[in-house]
């Protein structure tokens, strides 16, 4: 998981990018909005964007502006931060559906104490091994076992959904690759992958062409996300197959 800094000031996003990973977070910089929307596109894993108000090219209030038009964006949360914290600025924030405002200059401690409450905040990518061994009463070998026929369902996943949209404007293509995704909506109940499950149901749900292609790009996005988290859990291929059968 990484949070993107978004600001201007080189020496102020090193400060930034120095306390959060003194607190042990992973954080990626850019310099204006555009570069971000750059990034986010890149990085799945990015779960949190900070960003100061006025910068060149693409200010912050474009850049949040940006990310709830893709669905696969929308629903980052976003810390804004600014030194003119005026009405207008304030109130066209919150119409973007920012609830995180900060004056700079920014108390360093209390912006990273807010965003790890965002991070909190968040949907499980996957459920902790102990909880869902405990809550399927299995043990870990049959745990494992699970993790990689899921991790292998969510490779097939990413391919299905890659295909299908780049297949542009064929709709045909893209129910296709909807209807091939049963067996994820079954693993990621089992293990706890809520915001995979999550975008299933609305994937399943959508209605246009243009919306089902939206919602399967932000599907697409939770499953790189997920396949990461199950290859870091998941045993290597070898141990799997050798496993004794019970």
Same mark, same amino acid.
């Given at each position: 998981?990484? %949070?993107?800094?978004?600001?201007?000031?080189?020496?102020?996003?090193?400060?930034?990018?120095?306390?959060?990973?003194?607190?042990?977070?992973?954080?990626?910089?850019?310099? @204006?909005? !555009?570069?971000?929307?750059?990034? &986010? =596109?890149?990085?799945?894993?990015?779960?949190?964007? %900070?960003?100061?108000?006025?910068?060149?090219?693409?200010?912050?209030?474009?850049?949040?502006?940006?990310? !709830?038009?893709?669905?696969?964006?929308?629903?980052?949360?976003?810390?804004?931060?600014?030194?003119? *914290?005026?009405?207008?600025?304030?109130?066209?924030?919150?119409?973007?559906?920012?609830?995180?405002?900060?004056?700079?200059?920014? @108390?360093?401690? =209390?912006?990273?104490?807010?965003?790890?409450?965002? &991070?909190? +905040?968040? !949907?499980?990518?996957?459920?902790?091994?102990?909880?869902?061994?405990?809550?399927?009463?299995?043990?870990?070998?049959?745990?494992?076992?699970?993790?990689?026929?899921?991790?292998?369902?969510?490779?097939?996943? %990413?391919?299905?959904?890659?295909?299908?949209?780049?297949?542009?404007?064929?709709?045909?293509?893209?129910?296709?690759?909807?209807? /091939?995704?049963?067996?994820?909506?079954? +693993?990621?109940?089992?293990? /706890?992958?809520?915001?995979?499950?999550?975008?299933?149901?609305?994937? $399943?749900? *959508? /209605?246009?062409?243009?919306? *089902?292609? +939206?919602?399967? !790009?932000?599907?697409?996005?939770?499953?790189?996300?997920?396949? $990461?988290?199950?290859?870091?859990?998941?045993?290597?291929?070898?141990?799997?197959?050798?496993?004794?059968?019970?």
């Amino acid at each position: 998981m990484a %949070i993107l800094i978004v600001e201007d000031g080189p020496l102020s996003a090193r400060v930034l990018e120095i306390k959060f990973q003194r607190a042990g977070l992973e954080v990626v910089t850019a310099e @204006n909005g !555009r570069r971000a929307l750059e990034l &986010l =596109e890149q990085s799945p894993d990015i779960e949190l964007v %900070i960003s100061d108000v006025m910068m060149p090219e693409m200010d912050g209030l474009d850049l949040v502006k940006a990310m !709830r038009e893709r669905p696969e964006l929308r629903d980052l949360p976003v810390i804004l931060t600014t030194a003119m *914290a005026d009405a207008d600025t304030v109130k066209r924030a919150a119409a973007l559906g920012v609830r995180h405002f900060m004056v700079k200059p920014v @108390n360093a401690p =209390e912006l990273v104490e807010r965003a790890r409450e965002l &991070l909190r +905040g968040r !949907r499980p990518t996957l459920g902790a091994s102990a909880a869902v061994m405990s809550r399927l009463a299995i043990d870990r070998q049959a745990y494992d076992e699970v993790v990689a026929r899921f991790a292998s369902a969510v490779a097939g996943g %990413i391919e299905l959904l890659e295909q299908g949209l780049a297949a542009g404007t064929d709709g045909a293509k893209l129910k296709e690759a909807i209807a /091939g995704l049963g067996e994820l909506a079954d +693993g990621a109940g089992l293990l /706890g992958a809520e915001r995979v499950a999550a975008a299933l149901r609305q994937t $399943r749900d *959508a /209605g246009s062409p243009d919306e *089902a292609a +939206g919602e399967c !790009r932000r599907l697409l996005r939770e499953l790189k996300v997920l396949g $990461r988290a199950l290859a870091a859990v998941a045993p290597p291929p070898a141990e799997v197959e050798a496993a004794p059968e019970a």
